[in-house]
């Protein structure tokens, strides 16, 4: 066990793809972890019977190292205190099970579903808040034995003693106090031998030399049933800090069991994980810069203090905002790497940078380049609705004098437009608007000035002679 060095962690259940919310609370951790020279551990949390675990682990795994996440101890880097993944560490939860059985702090229990549901339904009828009499800790040595005898299935449950106040200092939350008399004795090993989440969960925090925990506060209700347990197994209770949920825009918490919308989704759409990481480092928490962050800028300035303490809601026009922030800061090879097959197929390597230079203002994601690429250098210019009207508006005049224009420019946009203005006396919209309209197909788009010089004279000429076409 290592005592001491500051730890966080991330511990998900590998049943399915990571969301935001799961992924913002793996970077609280590790911004905490990275902002006071601590370490951040991941560890899998994987002792439910639920198939797809290994998938699930490999992709939650890319997912955080994708987003610059690193961990210090946990799978594949390995570390001190391993393995790190709970199926493979059951022998040590029966370990310490066996430690509270022969502290007599927890004995087998054969109640039924049906038996508990009706107990349940009683304390509601009475007005109590449902939690377990302690019937089966009263049963004698021969009881049990016998129940044995008979294959009963049984849940091992952790006894509670009444009476007791648990209190502890939450990071977020300020100060906590639960009564034990609420709680009741709990299940620690469910009826097929598996371990129950909290149980490992506390156990693995505590052997692993975890110093602070934090975790969404849909676990604050397991919270003092892990000080207890940690208690009783004389094991170092950490620090916890609960944050509030992500929730949607339905109010309703993100979840996996919902379909929320996945990492590696957002991935896949070109999303940027400085993007991300400055979306989701100011999700329900304030940093008083308002420009894009590096990560260690971000760890540095990260503060619990700073924590929201209501629910935070997923807003992709925010994320947007990063994603633009952070479009802006690619160089030049990453943003290349970034456009994708399409465009580095598209645009000759002697323009890479005037490309970039042009579009990089009016793209969010590798599609805007992708269709800026095939604007600029595809041979076939497909015009949108409001490009032909721009077209026929201007009408046959105005190509026909625009042909010249351009002979006169060549790839010089002022040039050709400054000619145009001679030749057909407009200026302003009614000049720009149709000319962009023939020469990219669309009516709005990065400057003319940086997209002619790209396109060339030949390419100008034939989408000139295509919209003068177009006016007949
Ligand atoms: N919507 C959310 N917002 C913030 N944190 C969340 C959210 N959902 C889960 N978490 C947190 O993510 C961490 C990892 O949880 P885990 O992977 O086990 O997900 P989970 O609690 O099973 O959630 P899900 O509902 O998505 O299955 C936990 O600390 C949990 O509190």
Redesign the pocket.
């Given at each position: 066990m290592t005592a001491g060095r500051f730890k966080t962690r991330?511990?998900?259940?590998?049943?399915?793809l990571?969301?935001?919310?799961?992924?913002?609370?793996?970077l609280f951790n590790h911004l905490l972890a990275r902002g006071r020279g601590g370490a951040f551990l991941l560890r899998i949390?994987d002792t439910d019977a639920v198939r797809g675990h290994d998938r699930y682990a490999a992709a939650?795994q890319e997912d955080l190292a994708w987003l610059g996440l690193a961990w210090d101890e946990g799978p594949d880097v390995g570390g001190p205190n391993g393995p790190y993944a709970q199926s493979q560490r059951g022998e040590l939860y029966e370990r310490y099970t066996r430690v509270l059985e022969a502290r007599e702090l927890a004995y087998p229990c054969f109640c039924s579903e049906h038996e508990l549901k009706m107990e349940r339904k009683a304390q509601l009828a009475a007005g109590r808040p449902p939690r377990y009499s302690g019937r089966c800790r009263l049963l004698s040595p021969a009881e049990i034995e016998a129940r044995r005898a008979r294959a009963l299935p049984a849940t091992l449950r952790f006894h509670v003693a009444d009476g007791r106040t648990v209190e502890f200092e939450d990071g977020v939350r300020g100060a906590q106090r639960f009564q034990t008399t609420d709680i009741g004795d709990f299940v620690i090993r469910r009826s097929d031998g598996t371990p129950a989440f909290f149980f490992c969960n506390a156990v693995d925090d505590a052997l692993m030399g975890v110093t602070l925990v934090?975790?969404?506060?849909?676990?604050l209700a397991n919270t003092p049933r892990q000080i207890l347990l940690l208690e009783a197994l004389g094991l170092p209770v950490p620090t916890y800090a609960?944050?509030?949920?992500?929730?949607g825009a339905d109010g309703a918490?993100?979840?996996?069991?919902?379909g929320?919308r996945s990492l590696a989704e957002l991935r896949a759409a070109g999303y940027l994980p400085a993007a991300i990481d400055n979306y989701l480092a100011r999700l329900g928490h304030t940093y008083e810069e308002p420009g894009l962050l590096s990560h260690a800028q971000l760890a540095a300035r990260f503060d619990l203090a700073r924590v929201h303490h209501s629910?935070?809601r997923y807003d992709e026009t925010q994320l947007l905002h990063w994603q633009r922030e952070a479009v802006k800061t690619l160089s030049a090879d990453a943003f290349w790497r970034w456009a994708g097959g399409e465009t580095q197929a598209l645009v000759p390597a002697s323009a890479h940078d005037a490309f970039i230079a042009a579009v990089r203002p009016n793209v969010l994601f590798p599609v805007d380049v992708a269709r800026w690429a095939r604007v600029v250098f595809g041979d076939e210019l497909a015009l949108s609705s409001g490009a032909r009207e721009a077209i026929a508006d201007a009408g046959r005049s105005f190509f026909e004098a625009a042909l010249p224009a351009l002979e006169e420019g060549r790839a010089s946009f002022a040039a050709v437009s400054g000619a145009l203005k001679i030749r057909t006396g407009r200026s302003g919209k009614t000049l720009f608007k149709p000319l962009r309209a023939a020469l990219t197909g669309e009516l709005d788009g990065p400057e003319m000035a940086h997209l002619l010089p790209l396109i060339g004279y030949e390419r100008a000429r034939a989408r000139l002679v295509r919209a003068l076409a177009h006016t007949r």
């Amino acid at each position: 066990m290592t005592a001491g060095r500051f730890k966080t962690r991330f511990a998900p259940s590998p049943t399915g793809l990571l969301h935001l919310g799961n992924v913002r609370t793996a970077l609280f951790n590790h911004l905490l972890a990275r902002g006071r020279g601590g370490a951040f551990l991941l560890r899998i949390e994987d002792t439910d019977a639920v198939r797809g675990h290994d998938r699930y682990a490999a992709a939650l795994q890319e997912d955080l190292a994708w987003l610059g996440l690193a961990w210090d101890e946990g799978p594949d880097v390995g570390g001190p205190n391993g393995p790190y993944a709970q199926s493979q560490r059951g022998e040590l939860y029966e370990r310490y099970t066996r430690v509270l059985e022969a502290r007599e702090l927890a004995y087998p229990c054969f109640c039924s579903e049906h038996e508990l549901k009706m107990e349940r339904k009683a304390q509601l009828a009475a007005g109590r808040p449902p939690r377990y009499s302690g019937r089966c800790r009263l049963l004698s040595p021969a009881e049990i034995e016998a129940r044995r005898a008979r294959a009963l299935p049984a849940t091992l449950r952790f006894h509670v003693a009444d009476g007791r106040t648990v209190e502890f200092e939450d990071g977020v939350r300020g100060a906590q106090r639960f009564q034990t008399t609420d709680i009741g004795d709990f299940v620690i090993r469910r009826s097929d031998g598996t371990p129950a989440f909290f149980f490992c969960n506390a156990v693995d925090d505590a052997l692993m030399g975890v110093t602070l925990v934090v975790r969404g506060d849909d676990h604050l209700a397991n919270t003092p049933r892990q000080i207890l347990l940690l208690e009783a197994l004389g094991l170092p209770v950490p620090t916890y800090a609960h944050i509030p949920l992500v929730v949607g825009a339905d109010g309703a918490p993100l979840s996996k069991r919902t379909g929320s919308r996945s990492l590696a989704e957002l991935r896949a759409a070109g999303y940027l994980p400085a993007a991300i990481d400055n979306y989701l480092a100011r999700l329900g928490h304030t940093y008083e810069e308002p420009g894009l962050l590096s990560h260690a800028q971000l760890a540095a300035r990260f503060d619990l203090a700073r924590v929201h303490h209501s629910p935070a809601r997923y807003d992709e026009t925010q994320l947007l905002h990063w994603q633009r922030e952070a479009v802006k800061t690619l160089s030049a090879d990453a943003f290349w790497r970034w456009a994708g097959g399409e465009t580095q197929a598209l645009v000759p390597a002697s323009a890479h940078d005037a490309f970039i230079a042009a579009v990089r203002p009016n793209v969010l994601f590798p599609v805007d380049v992708a269709r800026w690429a095939r604007v600029v250098f595809g041979d076939e210019l497909a015009l949108s609705s409001g490009a032909r009207e721009a077209i026929a508006d201007a009408g046959r005049s105005f190509f026909e004098a625009a042909l010249p224009a351009l002979e006169e420019g060549r790839a010089s946009f002022a040039a050709v437009s400054g000619a145009l203005k001679i030749r057909t006396g407009r200026s302003g919209k009614t000049l720009f608007k149709p000319l962009r309209a023939a020469l990219t197909g669309e009516l709005d788009g990065p400057e003319m000035a940086h997209l002619l010089p790209l396109i060339g004279y030949e390419r100008a000429r034939a989408r000139l002679v295509r919209a003068l076409a177009h006016t007949r």
